[in-house]
């Protein structure tokens, strides 16, 4: 009988572990994962005061330039819940004030407000977010989903512990200004976590502002007593930050005497920790999630992440930017979540740091700095500038056309100029960071030595036309193609520190693209009118919208759409099908349900675009979710229509066309009759400026950038048309 008995617990343990097994959390060897918080401090200033230990992290780990942008902006509590959070967050008032249990606030104990605030008990939590329902409150007000407090939520779910120590607080005449922000990153959705972020963190010290400094060995003493049991460890250094703040009190070099005792301070800390970690297993992450005050004077606007630990070596990257060198700071939760087997949540809109091997790094990472900053400097006086030209040379152009007509020959370079600014602008980026009036001498210079070289091989201004639009096409679609390193390096392309987007194609480029596309196509078919060129043109159609829409160049949803409709509407009139109602609606009708099937398909493929993402969102969340992505969209729109200066380039041209369309009398309706393909181009493209402007978040700026195409080549017409008739 006892043979039977064991023989038959041998063989169901045996049928126990042959069982699928259900996947847990890996917190094997107890494994952890430490975020210290060097708060306004940028890369150049660990090299600067030769802070070793970091050196030595940069070295033997993973470097990068975080985008630290967050719901308001640029709000340091904000930026501490974004890290939280992986979306960007909200915090303020109460709600960003973090406080342990037992300490004194307002009418009685952190712990007896939590409880009246919230009606919650903080049990075992000796760290209360007083104003989390605050918080939470204010989170559904947004038009997107977010969750306070998830990444501890979900770590507490998954039975590994989180810890909290040390605060950026500033204690002036018995006053304290609570800035213990590092509890918004590890906290649980009920806004509480444990460790220590109360005064006795903070020592004497009379070479630090205000007098006080972390008491890191007590710090230390914290991390030894709770990293045998593995975890998630949050460590706010608070002194560079304590520095910053009181910068404007005295002169520069006494601040950068504290600043750089501040951060040797934090650097010997990390070398402690270092010797109670082992790289082949724990994770340290070193992030600042704010600038300092030096560094957004100067829109050094990208912080410093260093990541040490397996499989870090290199230079940061994730599939949030696609760029070497660059994240965001909505890729923290994800990674640490990924560190500890945890999959992160649809909401969480980044995704887990990764490595990409290199050399040099912090050089590289300097000059990719550099570039970025100009960038972000030149963009908006440079685009400024470029739209008032532009507009001051339609209206001109206009006005001359009927009162000086002979005026315009020195008039129509300047507008051909005009129309190969974008692609100057794309070559601009081969020549690195400039300043900003660099820059604009330098697109100024490329644009006449551009248009100089085309009048010198195309005769006629209708060739200079073609020229024009089809170079700018193929040079977008080449660079696209090959990695869009141009688009990424021009003022009219991405901005890194605004974060809109990091690839795929921009707005900017993807009116330009759809435009000059169509233009130049259309006006090169009206004048070499046969069957091949014709063929050709549609295939450079499909070519240019399969790489607005493919995976691997971004699967832009607002380009799929205005796309499909611009290009759409284009060939149905090449094959002479009368544009109504009735062929607009099965356009529409067979562009919706493509999209729809590029939606489900996205859901399960596993890629990582910007559709695939809000794919993934609609369906955890339901359609909801999807409203909420459109209302977000449209009132984006509305806003940039009423304040960007682009708006007035789409104004001016409806009121020319109307104005033309008066007088001379008949004069637009006969250009259109005896150029028809010029004309299909142009119905093509105003069809692609409406869906730009109703699906995109930043329509106005497509539809506008597709004038720049659309509109010149008819101004050029009108003028030789009215000197043929002699008007």
């Not at 470097?63 to 709000?75: I, P, S, T």
């Not at 009685?108 to 407000?113: D, S």
């Not at 976590?193 to 010290?205: H, R």
């Not at 760029?323 to 909401?347: C, H, M, Q, S």
Request: glycine share 8%; charged share 15%.
């Amino acid at each position: 009988m006892k043979k039977f008995i064991t023989a038959f617990m041998l063989l169901l343990m045996t049928l126990t572990f042959m069982l699928p097994q259900k996947s847990y959390a890996d917190t094997s060897n107890n494994k952890k994962v430490v975020l210290v918080i060097i708060d306004r401090v940028s890369l150049s200033d660990y090299i600067k005061y030769d802070a070793k230990n970091i050196q030595k992290l940069i070295d033997n780990g993973s470097v990068g330039l975080m985008n630290v942008r967050n719901a308001d902006g640029y709000v340091d509590a904000s930026g501490y819940l974004t890290f939280g959070t992986g979306t960007r967050a909200s915090a303020h008032d109460i709600g960003q004030i973090n406080l342990n249990v037992n300490e004194k606030y307002s009418f009685g104990t952190a712990g007896e407000i939590y409880k009246f605030n919230t009606g919650y008990d903080y049990g075992n939590a000796n760290i209360v977010n007083i104003g989390i329902s605050n918080l939470i409150q204010s989170s559904k007000n947004a038009d997107y989903k977010i969750t306070p407090g998830l990444l501890g939520q979900l770590l507490k779910n998954n039975n590994i512990p989180t810890y909290v120590f040390g605060n950026s607080d500033i204690i002036t005449d018995n006053t304290i200004s609570y800035r213990r922000y590092g509890a918004l990153i590890a906290m649980d959705e009920k806004g509480t976590a444990f460790g220590d972020v109360s005064e006795n963190i903070l020592k004497y010290d009379k070479n630090s502002p205000y007098f006080i400094s972390t008491d890191y060995n007590k710090i230390f003493d914290y991390f030894q007593k709770y990293d045998k049991n593995g975890g998630f460890f949050v460590i706010d250094t608070g002194d560079t930050s304590r520095v910053d703040s009181y910068s404007s009190n005295v002169s520069d070099q006494l601040a950068s005497k504290y600043e750089e005792y501040a951060i040797k301070n934090a650097d010997a800390f990390i070398g402690k920790l270092l010797k109670n970690l082992d790289p082949s297993r724990d994770l340290l992450i070193v992030a600042t999630p704010y600038p300092s005050k030096s560094d957004m004077s100067t829109n050094n606007l990208l912080s410093p992440i260093i990541i040490y630990g397996p499989g870090y070596n290199g230079l940061t990257t994730s599939l949030t930017t696609k760029r070497n060198g660059i994240i965001t700071n909505l890729d923290l939760a994800p990674t640490i979540l990924n560190y500890f087997g945890i999959k992160a949540p649809v909401e969480m809109l980044g995704h887990p740091i990764t490595n990409i091997k290199a050399q040099d790094k912090v050089n590289y990472l300097e000059n990719l700095n550099s570039k970025v900053v100009s960038i972000y400097t030149a963009r908006p006086i440079v685009l400024k500038s470029y739209v008032i030209f532009l507009i001051i040379i339609l209206i001109l152009y206009l006005v001359t056309l009927f009162l000086k007509i002979n005026y315009l020959k020195y008039l129509k370079p300047i507008v051909l100029g005009v129309m190969i600014v974008p692609l100057s602008l794309l070559i601009l980026s081969l020549f690195g960071p400039l300043t900003v009036y660099s820059s604009m001498i330098a697109l100024i210079l490329i644009t006449i030595a551009l248009l100089l070289i085309i009048k010198l091989f195309a005769k006629d201004e209708l060739n200079m036309l073609i020229v024009i639009s089809l170079l700018t096409a193929l040079t977008i679609t080449v660079d696209i193609f090959t990695g869009a390193h141009l688009m990424k390096g021009s003022i009219l392309g991405y901005d890194v520190i605004a974060g809109a987007r990091f690839y795929g194609i921009g707005n900017e480029y993807m009116g330009v693209l759809i435009g000059s596309t169509i233009m130049g196509i259309m006006t090169y078919i009206q004048k070499y009118d046969t069957r091949i060129n014709k063929l050709l043109g549609v295939l450079f159609f499909a070519v240019v919208f399969m790489l607005m829409v493919l995976p691997q160049y971004g699967a832009k949803i607002g380009g799929f759409i205005t796309g499909f409709m611009a290009f759409g509407v284009t060939l149905l009139l090449m094959s002479e099908i009368k544009i109504n109602y009735k062929s607009l609606l099965i356009l529409f009708i067979s562009m919706a349900v493509l999209l729809t099937l590029m939606f489900i398909a996205s859901m399960f493929m596993g890629t990582v675009t910007h559709m695939a993402q809000t794919a993934l969102i609609v369906k955890n969340e339901g359609i909801i979710a999807l409203y909420k992505i459109f209302a977000r969209k449209l009132d984006m729109e509305l806003t940039l229509i009423r304040y960007t200066i682009w708006s007035w380039v789409l104004i001016i041209t409806i009121i020319s066309f109307f104005i033309l369309s008066y007088k001379p009398t008949g004069i637009l309706k006969n250009i259109f009759k005896k150029n028809k393909y010029i004309y299909y181009g142009f119905f093509g493209s105003i069809v692609g400026m409406l869906f730009a402007l109703a699906f995109n978040d930043a329509g106005i700026v497509a539809a506008s950038t597709m004038c720049i195409y659309a509109f010149p080549p008819i101004l050029i017409m009108l003028e030789r048309e009215i000197k043929h008739n002699e008007i």
